[in-house]
């Protein structure tokens, strides 16, 4: 269903950074490490803030689990599971 | 003067309500061409001049991925436009800032709009924006679009860029850091040195480095483009290499750099912790226990109000009609035109307007829930269940919407922003029975499973969602696949709905479906009215009037042997009666015997009546088989004889591609019981039971009604939201084939295992 063609750009997967968005729990935050997946997924992340760096916060998750809700730059935002875990993220305090 | 004027800015920015307040009621909806992306326009006038208003599509980028920003692109590109009016969410300054940058890039004159200053407010944003303006270089206009508030002051600006050369000029650039700048200003020399565009050319720099395709292709057609396109290569790896990450999300992070440094200065977040109500909103709407349930109960509410409120204005119509119809046969009695206009005219396209004061309030519930937010929320909740099909969320609303009426649910596909979705929401959309269907349901199943009609009719139900869920599946894996996106949908904010902004909404969507009355069901009605009145003198091989009197004459006959038969017996008895106290007519004996004459007499009297309606049946089912209606019914007997059908179900299936509802008026018209047959009617009932059909025949008779093409207003409907006849043909004959298989199917595993016979 998606282009699963691989960009050359990859996502770096060091060890002691494997924390994906889609593991943070409702409440907790996360600094945005790395977004992977295709070209146009990345871009459409970027373009909607989701900017390297930036601070994001999961607010909850759908009544059936999926998808998640979260607060970026000041607004709500929704990303199924399947695509959060394409974002590496750091969890901050 | 006339000026072109642009709205472009993000979803839900408040484009709209600015668009209208703009502009008034004067405005115009059609589609962009090529494309089925909503184009409004309206215009209105200040100082003298004349300014045309082009409302583009909410986007969030320029970056062409969605039909809506190629749209936005296209336009803005193609410099129709005098000045480009940005509508900036202030309570959303960062994010929507970003379309911004791609704006004052463009190069266009530039008026930028803080809508939503109220909430920013409440928010505790205070933004400074006279130094927002000198940073971005363009006149900056704080407005509260629902109030109206500083919408005359917007109108003065755009005059004033306008008419003003001093205010076109563009002072400011975006600044990138600065090895990104040292590539631009490379491209940008080589650009201007081949002279190649005639646009902006920082802007054709900047996209070249985004690895932008259009721009790409535009610069390939001139000369020296080698050299522009091969420096562009060597700066992408530069880029690339410095910073990590592709071109163009480099430079997409630098725009977000950019606007970060102008937040910096120019906004104050006031430290009171303001309290996000949206938010507070949905603890409770899309709680994880809570949330599905409050979900079911709006639903469950929107059909609930649909039908019952819908109900009492559709007795009106329906008396109306009756009465108009009354009145035109008094007026001119027994003429062709009459009957056109009667039978034709106001019954086909009456049958669908008395659907309209539902269609109405399904609209203006739909408007309230997208206006309120709730929509998005709906999405949300329910993106998991359509994920499964291959959908967004969202496409959920028009599959509930089918249930209503396939029409506006089709129309209501719009709310989906990808062209794929759309396409795959509306082909699997028919397969969601409409109120329409139900008519026809409640007459075959009445008639074949008195006992078990409710559960025939449900089943029905489940089986059409089934073959939407199963078509879905397929379709996204076959004929629609690969061009999914991912699901990223922005919550916005709850809002009170304004009344304006409902009514416009509903209406819009509504005089769509009038103008469809208009045309294709009033010409669809006249056909079918032409098909069953000409020819006018038809030959039958029984000559039905004699017919009759010879039936009528036998049963009088029979009536007066019982009656002498009576009178012989009774002047028997009185011979041997003697009782001097009763007279003889109220004894015992005589009222048995009268008794027993009375019962004879009634069974021979109901025998006479159904024969003799039982013969008229037969003579207007031999008149419709001559009528052209029963000639095209024959034709496509054969096709149809092996789900069991006759020529009677050909034609009923005919008639109703124009509206289902039909199919159970021209059984009306088979069998002889006049056009108002309700579903419940006798007559059609024992027509269809005496007519040799099985309620195995039956049962594959509903499956097909259920299935094939829902009707010519949902056709139209295929074809304006689509956009291609392409689409449309395949739906059409998709849904017949899943139709005739599965109408098949239980057709011949019935006969085999002799269910139902
Ligand atoms: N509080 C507030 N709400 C607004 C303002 N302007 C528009 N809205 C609301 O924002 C919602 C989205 O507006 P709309 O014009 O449909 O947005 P569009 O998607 O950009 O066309 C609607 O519910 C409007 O009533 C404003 O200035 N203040």
Redesign the interface.
Known sequence: MFNFKRPHHKLHTSDENDLRLSDLKPGEKGRIVEIGGSENFRHRLIEMGLTRDAEIWVDKYAPLRDPMELIVKGYHLSLRGMDAQKIAVERIA | MNFNIAVAGNPNCGKTTIFNALTGAKQRVGNWPGVTVEKKSGHYTHSDNIFDVIDLPGT??L?A?SAEETVVRQYLENDEADVVVNIIDA??L??NL?LTTQLIELGKPLVLVLNMMDMADE?GLQIDVDTLATLLGAPVVPVVGRTGEGIDLLKEKILRVSTEISMKARLIDIRYPRDIEIEIEKLHQLIQKNDVTDKHSRWTSIKLLESDQQTRDEVRLHNNCADILDQAKISINRIEVLFK??G??TI??AR?GFIQGAMRECVVESLIDSVDY??QI?RVL????L??PIFGLFMWLMFKLTYDIGSIPMDWIDSGLVALMNFISDLLPNSMFASLLVDGVIGGVGAIAVFLPNIFILFLIIAVLEDSGYM?RV???M???M?NI?LH?KAFIPMIMGFGCNVPAIMGTRILESRRDRILTVLINPFMSCSARLPVYVLVAGAFFPDNAATVIFSMYILGIIAAIGSGKLF?RTIL??M??????????YQRPTLRSLVLHTWERGYLFIQKMGTVILVGSVIIWVLGYFPTEVELDRDYGSERTTLAQYHDSQLADLESKFKKSVDQDRSGYHSEMIVYESSSSYLELHEQFQLLQEELTSEKSKQLYSLRQQEIGDITEQKWIGRVGKIFEPIVRPLGFTWRESVALITGFVAKEIVVSTYGVLFGVGEDVDEGSQGVISGLRSSGMTPLVALSFLVFTLLYTPCLATVAAIKRETGTWAYTFFSIAYSLGLAYSLAFGVAYFGRMFNWLS
């Open positions: 969030y980028s970056a991925f309570s959303n960062e994010r970003f928010k990450d592709t163009r999300a997409s992070s977000y949206s938010r949905d899309t709680n994880r226990w949330g599905l998005a999405a949300f909740i993106d998991r269940v994920h291959g969320g996204s696949k690969g999914s996106k991912p699901f990223v949908l922005e919550l916005p904010p």
